[in-house]
């Protein structure tokens, strides 16, 4: 049973940051795409970023770019989002991990293109983040 846990949210002054995980398990981590959500209050899904199998290739989406750092750890099952410069309005929301199989492409561009797609192989429970004026 494949499953992908975030954690590391919570309340946060504006100005902070902030690094949440998602731990994978029960697939070979390696082989998979990793990409982050959010999703603020009463707004739709924001792609916010991804990393390829190897971890040598990350897309970050512009509005947070400069921001947001993604990394994984394929030792140890794990993707992580580094979010600096934390922001009230725009980042409170539920930051969700997702998984697609992928072993064999990792361009910049084959990330961005992921995290258009409507449906993805696994996904996790979110995290809430909630930045504090």
């Given amino acids: 049973q494949v499953q992908l846990v975030e954690s590391g949210g919570g309340l946060v002054q504006a100005g902070g940051s902030l690094r949440l995980s998602c731990a994978a398990s029960g697939l070979v ?8 959500f959010r999703q603020a209050p009463g707004k739709g899904r924001e792609f916010v970023g991804g990393i390829n199998w190897i971890g040598d290739t990350t897309y970050i ?4 770019k400069g921001r947001f750092t993604i990394s994984r750890d394929n030792a140890k099952n794990l993707v992580f ?3 600096d410069s934390l922001k009230p309005a725009e980042d409170t929301a539920v930051y969700y991990c997702a998984a697609d199989w992928a072993p ?7 990330i961005r293109k992921m995290g258009l797609k409507e449906d993805h192989d696994y996904w996790g429970q979110g995290t809430r983040v909630t930045v504090s004026s």
Avoid at 29 to 36: A, I, K, L, R
Avoid at 61 to 64: E, G, M, Y
Avoid at 104 to 110: A, H, I, R, V
Wanted: glycine share 4%; charged share 15%.
């Fill in 29 to 36: 981590f390696s082989n998979y795409t990793m990409t982050w």
């Fill in 61 to 64: 989406a512009d509005p947070v």
């Fill in 81 to 83: 989002l580094q979010i």
């Fill in 104 to 110: 064999s492409s990792g361009t910049w561009d084959d």
